[in-house]
């Protein structure tokens, strides 16, 4: 199949994530530091968000940073962190006349986050908070675990009763987001790293050995071949 073929087809999903991995093994590879991997990386997801666009995919996460990535060098982090506050500055320019919503997941409240950072994020939520469109949802200082948690404590503080999967919902980061339907982990590694064990139990999962800073069009386009040729049941008896 080629990419334009791929616009028109129904069983294309509707929101997919990109756990970018293997940022730091692509620079080790090359000889360079871990932080040019992670150069390349966001380079090369800006392309993606484009060709995810173009795709009429409605909404993309992307796994950014996890609550344990603090647990790498304080060099590492730091580099991350910049490159993050200059991602979202980018975003500024590039979307802020487009029918394009920005919603971040994770702990942005978090004092580990330089301030500059936090209050970018907090102003891109909030300038795109009208938008209908698409939505880009990259997961900053994300735990799944811990979103869960954050939910049950907002639910206990709020004193609402008869939670149902619906309500416990409205507590996620991604309560505005559609169903997950698609999560490409690249670098060959299986699991999920605490990203998002509520949204993804029915989603479909696919690991490409491909490091994230080399992971290209085509490669894309392969993973959404595989995504269509899936069959998903739901828990019924389908084909
Ligand atoms: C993932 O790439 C990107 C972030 C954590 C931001 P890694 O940094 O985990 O790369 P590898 O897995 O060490 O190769
Ligand atoms: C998951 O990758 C987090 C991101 C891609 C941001 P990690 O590289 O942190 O995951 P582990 O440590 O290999 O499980
Ligand atoms: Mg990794």
Redesign the pocket.
Known sequence: MNFNDLKKDARMPKHIAF???GNGRWAKKRGLPRSMGHKAGFENLNKHIGYVQELGIKNLSI????A??WNRPKAEVDYLMKLFGDMLDDYKKKYLDKDVRIIISGDMDDPRIPESTRIKAKEIMELTNEKTGFILNPCINYGGRQEILKAVNEIIASKETDIDVEKFEKHLYTSELLPLDFVIRTSG?N?S?NYMPWQSTYSEWYYPETLWPSFSKNDLVKALEVFMSRKRRFGAIKG
């Open positions: 756990i970018i991995d796994y950014c940073f996890s344990e990535n590694e699991r790293s």
